[in-house]
């Protein structure tokens, strides 16, 4: 099987560590069994996300083909849900598809974001998993629900309100910090946007995807009990992450 796995990154330089460890545990495993392309694509950070993604793209290249592009586009740096920002996710996701190899190519494409904590051999399940898009679920470092604008359980909904799944879920749309979507769709056309298209109304990218592979006859879309976790980032969270750490230690 031949993979595509690609990485959109933008000022998380302190996260990149974590993230090419992993990867880099994650090839391991892969190599053995796979033909494998990496793909990175960063856009206007400025806390030196760019120098570090090109020292680590020179390891990765030579594990396997690894295309990096790092670029300043001028976009404003936004946190919430606004249009233009999930325009812009889309577009950068976009953008590191299309500058690896032909899309023909690749039987799975796999994004895994820079900010999430995960056992590479959990990733290999997730992989490996049959289905149209498959993801596992996130959670904060309190142990919550995290990617919660991105995941339904139906059309109806626009977060997800029913805690930690604890078995397989089929579910209208995930993404949860790493997805894999069959190749094939994006063969064939489909394209990360901000603009829900049943709806047509400014959504989530990674939700507006899974409706794209809907409308294309892609409905096969699986959430599995795999917890990708995300580091502390608040105060709050912090206190928690090391109180917990502490109870494990006594």
Request: aromatic share 10%; hydrophobic share 35%; proline share 2%.
């Amino acid at each position: 099987m031949k993979l595509l796995l690609c990485t959109i990154s933008r000022n998380n330089a302190k996260r990149l560590k974590s993230w090419y460890n992993q990867l880099d545990a994650l090839l391991d495993l892969l190599l053995e069994q796979h033909d494998v392309e990496i793909s990175i694509y960063e856009n206007d950070s400025n806390d030196g996300t760019k120098q570090r993604l090109k020292r680590y793209e020179e390891r990765l290249s030579k594990r396997c083909k690894t295309t990096l592009t790092t670029t300043d586009l001028g976009t404003d740096h936004l946190v919430g849900q606004e249009g233009a920002r999930v325009k812009n996710i889309a577009n950068a996701r976009n953008a590191c598809m299309e500058q690896a190899s032909d899309l023909k190519e690749f039987n799975k494409i796999v994004f895994i974001e820079t900010d999430v904590l995960y056992n590479p051999k959990d990733a290999m399940k997730i992989i490996h998993y049959e289905a149209d898009i498959v993801s596992g679920y996130t959670t904060n470092a309190m142990g919550q629900f995290y990617d919660a604008w991105a995941t339904r359980k139906t059309s109806e909904e626009k977060w997800w309100d029913h805690g930690i799944p604890t078995e397989r879920m089929d579910v209208w749309s995930t993404f949860n910090g790493i997805c894999v979507y069959t190749g094939k769709a994006f063969e064939e056309g489909a394209r990360f946007a901000g603009i829900n298209p049943r709806t047509n109304e400014i959504d989530c990218d990674t939700t507006v995807i899974c409706e794209v592979f809907r409308a294309m006859n892609y409905e096969n879309i699986i959430m599995l009990p795999i917890n990708i976790r995300h580091p502390p980032t608040s105060i709050k969270e912090r206190l928690y992450y090391f109180k917990q750490r502490l109870l494990r230690r006594a």
